[in-house]
């Protein structure tokens, strides 16, 4: 509990001292906190019912999703595609109801069709595969994942990687742009962008930065082979102004080195979704943590099955905000100087209330206070604020 003590309260005990040093009596005084000298408020407003966000899966499909996890592996080896089923299964399972979600995967070539221009043919709305739940009810949730992983175990991998047509789609899909929840595209690739035939960028120009073994124009390729950084980074911004936040999860060892890491950070960045550190140390080795708690890589990366799997589960957790969890931006130098005010009404730590977690920085709401967290609706909301007395 936090203590603030007025210039009355601190010299009524000084004038008692004055009156009492010349009785020659000793007496103990009780110590104080010290006094404050600024006070940080942090203000969230809760609405339970309006937490599920919309999130479309769009999965790249391409003809590298085949490629050996280990690239030095020989005989029956585990691909991109097999382990991100694995990845999938359990992530859909485990997580069924932390999102209304649907899919989509790129790209569509057409059947039988192997010319430049088909390997290229990027989804539009009439391949959505699982169209977004339309309801927050538990049940619909976890059918509508199941649904998912049906769909991703029969995926199969060919063609090329006409990520920006894709998106430019998705962005026109109405159920995810609700302006009343959270809409997100959880955009999981293996490979750098292309299939742009409008890219400025050509193989006979020195900024192609060719994404396949090779880009020419006999094989019509010199443009749809080339990186489209640009066009696929603009998109995303333009998917932001829409109200849709894209995450990036790249997929594959290269993701983690050389093109990859500059190019899925401009995406990342742009997505407006980037990997956030609340408690300072959430980037993993070889990244760091910034100053606004976002990591120096932001985008999410795996190079296996069980590190999507992992990534995967950290997303679930990012997007599906727990009303009765709050990790604090900033923590009291001790307990007692954070309190909580519930619609105005400072509320005591308490076992039906809250406590505070001070090794993960976390408000953790519990018994009937949580409960009622978990019953509000956006008709009905509760404004709770946080309020950390600095102290000298």
């Known amino acids: 509990m936090r203590r603030i003590l007025s210039t009355s309260l601190v010299l009524?005990?000084?004038?008692g001292l004055m009156v009492l040093a010349g009785s020659c009596q000793t007496y103990d005084f009780e110590p104080v906190v010290p006094l404050a000298i600024s006070q940080k408020t942090a203000s969230r407003q809760i609405a339970a019912t309006a937490l599920k966000p919309n999130m479309m899966l769009v999965v790249d499909s391409s003809f590298s999703m085949d490629g050996k996890i280990d690239p030095g592996c020989s005989g029956s080896c585990a691909t991109r595609m097999t382990e991100l089923k694995s990845a999938m299964q359990t992530f859909l399972s485990t997580n069924p109801t932390v999102a209304r979600m649907g899919l989509i995967n790129y790209p569509q070539p057409i059947p039988g069709d192997f010319s430049p221009a088909s390997s290229c043919r990027a989804?539009?709305?009439s391949h959505?595969?699982?169209?977004?739940?339309q309801s927050d009810d538990d049940a619909t949730l976890r059918a509508t994942a199941s649904s998912i992983n049906s769909e991703i175990q029969a995926l199969t991998a060919s063609g090329g990687t006409p990520t920006r047509p894709t998106l430019d789609a998705v962005g026109t899909y109405a159920p995810l742009l609700e302006a009343t929840r959270s809409n997100f595209i959880l955009l999981l690739t293996d490979g750098l962008p292309n299939c742009n035939d409008n890219n400025p960028n050509t193989c006979n120009g020195t900024a192609c930065n060719c994404t396949q073994a090779q880009c020419s124009e006999a094989l019509q390729t010199c443009s749809l082979g080339c990186l489209d950084r640009d066009g696929t980074v603009s998109t995303i911004t333009g998917l932001v102004g829409k109200g849709i936040r894209t995450i990036v999860v790249g997929f594959g060892s290269e993701t983690g080195s050389g093109q990859?890491?500059?190019?899925?950070?401009a995406m990342a960045q742009a997505g407006g979704f980037p990997r956030r550190c609340p408690n300072g140390n959430e980037c993993g080795t070889g990244d760091f943590c910034k100053a606004d708690k976002t990591c120096n890589r932001p985008f999410y990366q795996a190079a296996n099955g069980t590190e999507l799997a992992t990534a995967l589960g950290e997303i679930g957790q990012s997007v599906s905000?727990?009303?009765?969890?709050?990790v604090l931006s900033e923590q009291?130098?001790?307990?007692?100087f954070l309190s909580v005010v519930v619609d105005g009404t400072a509320v005591q730590a308490g076992t039906d209330t809250w406590r505070y977690d001070q090794p993960t920085g976390k408000v953790l709401f519990q018994g009937a206070l949580c409960a009622q967290l978990r019953a509000t609706t956006t008709a009905d909301p509760i404004t709770?604020?946080?309020r950390i007395v600095q102290a000298l």
Request: proline share 18%; charged share 20%; glycine share 4%.
């Open 12 to 15: 009524a005990p000084l004038a």
């Open 260 to 265: 990859g890491v500059p190019v899925l950070t």
């Open 128 to 133: 959505i595969k699982v169209p977004l739940a």
């Open 321 to 326: 905000e727990n009303p009765c969890e709050y």
């Open 123 to 125: 989804a539009d709305l």
């Open 332 to 336: 009291p130098s001790d307990p007692r």
């Open 384 to 386: 709770l604020e946080f």
